[in-house]
């Protein structure tokens, strides 16, 4: 699989988890966090520790696919 596919497989599966935490409704208390990729190191900020973390596990899994996509290209 290419990285294009595999972008492409990502965005749509993040507008998806979106969509569905929009039609669940909102809750009385609302945690945020999100995540910032330059190049291969994310940047994570979040406004409750079991967010941050979350967001914190998926960068790591990011970062890794992308360094095993820049590898098999070379």
């Known amino acids: 699989m290419d990285t294009i ?3 492409i497989i990502l965005v749509v ?3 998806s988890v979106v969509l569905l935490g929009s039609l669940q409704g909102a809750e009385s208390s609302t945690s945020v966090g999100g995540m910032v990729m330059i190049g291969p190191i ?3 900020f979040g406004s409750s520790p079991l967010i941050t973390l979350g967001v914190a596990i998926v960068g790591l899994v990011m970062m890794i696919l992308y360094i095993f996509s820049v590898r098999q290209e070379r």
Do not use: A, D, K
């Open 5 to 7: 596919r595999l972008g």
């Open 13 to 15: 599966i993040g507008f």
């Open 42 to 44: 994310p940047i994570i």
